[in-house]
């Protein structure tokens, strides 16, 4: 039976691990990731490789998402209060008046995911967590069913990355190289069969229509660098072939999120449709 818990006051002390939700690192430390919304916290609830530590909600999520709370085992604390101190305990007007702290959970290694996936995205250098989620969530779209992460790329069970891609970092295995692995961890991936495709808008990268026709592995790697900076030039380099997106001069580059998903739409569709 689920296990309700009302509160009366904002600085209740059962949910202090709330108030930390704005702090990523900090949730991280604790071994945490914070759901937001009813869309992802029901997915990190419905699906049995998470497991919900707290719940944190308004009247009206309650309603919403009582039937799945109900199916968490064993029960854990689903806390309820008015929406005025909602936004007071976690600091911000929460999406859709729901909050879960979720157990993170561990990522597979490298080589394991490298072997598992047939179409991966490699980010590198990616900090902006909007651009990760959108990532994370033209991947789903587009049956690409692996994403490796360089070092420094940003934390995809990160709040914000979670809520942009609508549950999809829960949903897409990705794993993180580690400093001494970057980038030589790309020779890794072309041993095991795959062609590396580097999107990038510098010459002499070919059209992206231009490489979809060409005769090419089944398995196939998509990197993508920072909007700025894009690519460094050592991975840039150690790619198979270099893809550009034609645009019409009006801007000089597309948001990164948009350019994954019309690049995976281009290389995938063969085998989603």
Not at 217 to 226: C, E, K, Y
Request: aromatic residues 6%; hydrophobic residues 45%.
């Amino acid at each position: 039976m689920m296990a309700v818990e009302r509160l009366t006051r904002a600085d209740d002390p059962r949910i202090a691990a709330f108030r930390d939700v704005r702090d990523g690192e900090l949730v991280r430390s604790h071994g945490l990731f914070v759901a937001e919304g009813r869309l992802v916290v029901r997915r990190a609830v419905e699906d049995r490789r998470y497991r919900v530590h707290s719940v944190l909600v308004n009247d009206a999520a309650l309603a919403d998402l009582a039937c799945e709370l109900e199916t968490i085992d064993p029960p854990v604390p689903v806390f309820v209060c008015g929406a005025d101190d909602l936004a007071v305990i976690a600091g911000y007007e929460v999406h859709r008046g729901c909050l879960a702290l979720v157990h993170r959970p561990t990522a597979p290694p490298v080589d394991e995911l490298i072997a598992a996936a047939e179409t991966m995205v490699v980010l590198e250098g990616v900090t902006n967590a909007d651009n990760v989620g959108g990532v994370f969530r033209n991947a789903a779209a587009f049956g690409a069913d692996a994403v490796l992460l360089s070092p420094t790329c940003c934390d995809p069970l990160y709040r914000k990355a979670v809520r942009t891609s609508m549950g999809a970092t829960l949903q897409v295995p990705f794993a993180r190289a580690g400093e001494a692995q970057w980038p030589g961890v790309l020779g890794r991936v072309r041993d095991e069969g795959f062609t590396l495709v580097a999107l990038s808008p510098r010459d002499p990268a070919e059209t992206l229509d231009a490489f979809a026709a060409r005769p090419r592995s089944s398995r196939l790697a998509l990197i993508v660098g920072t909007e700025g900076a894009g690519l460094t030039p050592a991975v840039e380099a150690a790619a198979d072939y270099r893809v550009r997106i034609p645009t019409s001069g009006a801007v000089d580059s597309l948001n990164l999120a948009v350019a994954v998903g019309i690049a995976l739409y281009a290389l995938t569709t063969r085998t989603v449709r």
